[in-house]
């Protein structure tokens, strides 16, 4: 074969090559790197989601991972139900709180703005800054809330009113506070002459506000409230897993007080949006749901903390850890994870307090939702809120069907 004939050869040698690389990947499944695939549209029933802010969140051992979560995640299906997961506020909340006569959402951003969450973008509700935000509780309507922030050592205490969009600064000398069975009224300890501590309720109606002593010496320290009933006050030690926490009972006509639990330690109890409903915390792993006689409500056998719990006397909403280690005698629960050393990843649960029978209705870290770390639990009409803690975001898990 001669030079020539070997040329001719190679040449229609590489028009062949060039020919099946071009079909394949031009006319088949390979895309070129400067062509975007398309993406990939939901399946018949599921929502769309949007991308979120990219933000740099810690994760269950405490390290940091970077995530991107979209603001709606593909329906959760469970025993007849579908449940669908939504991210409600626009960016990190300091708290934020639920309406009962409404699906009103209102949260406080970093800056101390007042939000009302929607679907798509929030609405400013008022843009007037409160620095230090300590705490954040709804009102028994959901209308108002009841907030202190400044300087930890002698917060200042107010009451923002949604519908007159308004801030209205309690007495100076509140120390700590809680609401009472109403909107109309605060229960609060108060720097009284002489530099003892009263227990007050504070009634908001009037103008000047009307403010009648209950207890004149109140010689509780490092005290929680939680209204029961119109006469009956919980007072709770904060809860620690180096000592025994106590929960007391006071009846505010008679001034009777009663230890209403034994003290153990780490004791926690947080009573449900509605009281109809309380959950039992104490080191290193007894949880456990209450009636309102703080009998059990129903046997329930997983292990989680009060603040990612609540409910109603026909059913609990649980976030449960899918790590049941965090709480084995080498770790000291709850007081890792009240300071932040910890992080949970959980899955939600309901409880049906009639029959006691339960099951999961939505696991994070999945197809269907993100990594939750869960607290400050509500839940309202089908609804349950909450604020996960790898971002600060107010989310719902509502129920679709």
């Not at 969140?57 to 139900?81: C, I, K, L, V, Y």
Request: net charge neutral; with cysteine; aromatic share 10%.
């Amino acid at each position: 074969m001669t030079r020539r004939q070997i040329t001719i050869l190679l040449i229609l040698f590489l028009i062949v090559v060039g020919v099946i690389a071009y079909a394949i990947f031009f006319r088949g499944g390979v895309v070129p790197l400067e062509q975007a695939a398309p993406t990939e549209q939901p399946a018949t029933g599921e929502i769309q989601g949007t991308t979120g802010t990219t933000g740099t969140t810690p994760t269950e051992n405490g390290t940091a991972q970077t995530t991107t979560p979209p603001t709606t995640f593909p329906p959760a299906a469970g025993a007849g139900d579908t449940y669908v997961l939504k991210k409600l506020s626009d960016g990190p909340v300091v708290g934020y709180w639920t309406s009962k006569n409404s699906n009103d959402v209102y949260y406080l951003t970093n800056d101390g703005y007042v939000m009302s969450a929607k679907e798509g973008p929030d609405t400013d509700v008022l843009k007037q800054e409160v620095k230090g935000v300590m705490r954040l509780e709804g009102s028994p309507s959901g209308s108002k809330a009841l907030v202190a922030f400044g300087n930890a050592a002698s917060p200042q205490w107010a009451v923002f009113d949604a519908q007159d969009k308004a801030w209205r600064p309690l007495p100076s000398n509140v120390i700590t506070a809680t609401w009472g069975i109403s909107d109309d009224g605060v229960v609060a300890t108060t720097r009284a002459a002489g530099n003892n501590v009263a227990l007050t309720y504070i009634t908001l109606s009037k103008t000047p506000y009307d403010i009648k002593t209950i207890v004149k010496d109140f010689r509780f320290n490092s005290v929680t409230f939680a209204i029961k009933s119109i006469d009956e006050l919980y007072i709770m030690e904060r809860p620690s897993s180096l000592a025994q926490s106590h929960v007391w009972l006071l009846n505010l006509k008679t001034n009777a007080l009663t230890q209403v639990l034994n003290p153990a330690n780490g004791l926690t109890l947080v009573p449900g949006s509605n009281n109809d409903v309380l959950f039992r915390f104490y080191s290193p792993n007894n949880f456990a749901i209450l009636n309102r006689s703080l009998s059990m409500a129903q046997p329930f056998p997983y292990i989680t903390l009060p603040q990612k719990c609540d409910g109603t006397s026909a059913a609990a909403y649980c976030f449960i850890p899918k790590n049941n280690s965090l709480f084995s005698s080498g770790n000291s629960m709850p007081d890792d994870y009240l300071m932040k050393k910890i992080y949970t990843s959980d899955d939600l649960y309901r409880l049906d307090l009639t029959t006691g029978g339960d099951r999961l209705i939505l696991s994070g870290d999945s197809s269907n939702a993100p990594a939750l770390d869960a607290q400050n639990v509500r839940t309202r009409g089908t609804s349950t809120y909450f604020i996960n803690r790898y971002d600060n975001y107010v989310y719902a898990v509502q129920k679709t069907q």
